[in-house]
């Protein structure tokens, strides 16, 4: 925590990280406002099934208090080293609750495009709800713990194994997502099938959003790796700064994909749209 004070409030890293964050954490805090007030406002009272709306809920709002809590830690120049650990934990946590929220996220996606021929994937399938419920439980335990014990040996190994678990799940669901609708498609052209029925559409929108958010995890995970890596080395130093800006960009990434991928998302913003334009055209012809 130290060495996270003495670099924290250089001040030309600091005035390069307000200009470069500043725009990036309101444009991601306005959009994802948006998205709260879409999953409790949806378009045409459509209803949110869960888990995808806890997910969702998840998601977004872990989004939101990370980007207050660091927004505040960096502009509070004169807090108490005792406040801003307690800024950084939450963060922190927050942090961690968004990136675990997107991974079981395309985990749910892949146990409703793909079918389960075994019993232990039809199991899941009729079981999925409680099935994320739990795993949400877990992983907030999980924090829990990763941000109270302070036996560091048993943390470390506990947060590499979780760090490799959600990197599996990640890339395992996605890809075989992928693989199933290639070979779906490719079955439906081979027999001069439509390609154009609305569960198809849907399926390749929620995969492609699926493997950009894969993309970006992959991305992620490798920093987070390097990152890390570099701390128990002492190979290098890399700022709270530069940690804080790119995860700043992973998180805008996913908050627009978010937006590509859900249609209660997409359909209330066509709404304001609509809305708007219907206003604008009024107000000038008065």
């Known amino acids: 925590m130290n060495t996270f004070k003495t670099t924290f409030f250089t001040e030309k890293n600091y005035l390069t990280w307000a200009l470069v964050n500043g725009p990036?954490?309101?444009?991601?805090?306005?959009?994802?406002?948006?998205?709260?007030?879409?999953?409790?406002?949806?378009h045409c009272r459509e209803r949110i099934k869960q888990p995808l709306k806890i997910l969702l809920g998840s998601l977004v709002v872990s989004t939101i208090v990370y980007l207050l809590t660091v927004?505040?830690?960096f502009l509070s120049?004169?807090?108490a080293d005792r406040i801003t650990e307690v800024y950084l934990v939450i963060a922190l946590g927050c942090l961690s609750s968004s990136v675990s929220s997107s991974v079981w996220l395309n985990f749910f996606y892949y146990t409703q495009i793909v079918p389960a021929h075994r019993a232990i994937f039809i199991w899941f399938k009729k079981n999925i709800k409680p099935i994320i419920f739990c795993i949400l439980l877990l992983e907030n335990i999980y924090e829990l713990l990763n941000q109270t014990v302070d036996i560091y040996a048993i943390m470390v190994i506990i947060k590499k194994d979780h760090f490799y678990l959600s990197f599996v799940v990640m890339m395992t669901s996605s890809c075989i997502t992928v693989v199933y609708l290639g070979m779906h498609i490719w079955r439906r052209v081979i027999n001069e099938q439509s390609l154009s029925s609305a569960r198809l559409s849907s399926q390749l929108r929620v995969t492609i959003t699926g493997v950009i958010q894969g993309l970006l995890y992959f991305s992620?995970?490798?920093?987070?790796?390097y990152v890390f890596t570099s701390q128990q080395n002492l190979s290098a130093f890399i700022s709270s700064y530069v940690r804080s800006t790119v995860v700043s960009f992973y998180?805008?990434?996913?908050?627009?994909?978010?937006?590509?991928?859900?249609?209660v998302f997409r359909q209330r913003a066509a709404d304001m749209w609509s809305r708007a334009g219907r206003w604008f055209n009024s107000w000038q012809q008065k």
């Open 220 to 225: 992620y995970a490798v920093w987070h790796e």
């Open 77 to 79: 120049e004169k807090t």
């Open 24 to 42: 990036v954490g309101v444009i991601n805090f306005i959009i994802n406002a948006f998205y709260i007030f879409c999953i409790v406002c949806p």
């Open 71 to 73: 927004f505040k830690m």
């Open 251 to 263: 998180m805008l990434g996913t908050t627009f994909n978010l937006g590509a991928g859900q249609s």
